[in-house]
Nanobody
Framework: QVQLVESGGGLVQAGGSLRLSCAASGRTFSTYAMGWFRQAPGKEREFVAAISWRGANTYYADSVKGRFTISRDNAKNTVYLQMNSLKPEDTAVYYC???????????????WGQGTQVTVSS
């Protein structure tokens, strides 16, 4: 199975933007649906966005719809999360995830990255 490594987190002011990247090892990346989750302090991990293996279908949590965009580059084994108009409530550790089925990657993915911290200051 793939291994996932996130990058691109950091500190940004409210209204700013960040782009997260998730690099996957292995030659089967293009067969996986990919997702992003986040976990804020004291809260449960929650779904943020997902993309099908070819990138034809994308899904978003209502809280990020219109502000975040998930995309993938199968030639680079990488999935991205472009985050615009960031709010303090977006502060969390963001996790990349993978599974063979997009329905599963939105709920209980089998592969997880280690996470990257995003902090949005007001």
């Amino acid at each position: 199975q793939v291994q996932l490594v996130e990058s691109g987190g950091g500190l940004v002011q409210a209204g700013g933007s960040l782009r997260l990247s998730c690099a996957a090892s292995g030659r089967t990346f293009s067969t996986y649906a990919m997702g992003w989750f986040r976990q804020a302090p004291g809260k449960e991990r929650e779904f943020v966005a997902a993309i099908s293996w070819r990138g034809a279908n994308t899904y978003y949590a209502d809280s990020v719809k219109g502000r975040f965009t998930i995309s993938r580059d199968n030639a680079k084994n990488t999935v991205y999360l472009q985050m615009n108009s960031l709010k303090p409530e977006d502060t969390a550790v963001y996790y990349c995830a993978a599974d063979y089925q997009v329905v599963v990657v939105r709920t209980t993915p089998s592969v997880w990255g280690q996470g990257t911290q995003v902090t949005v200051s007001s």
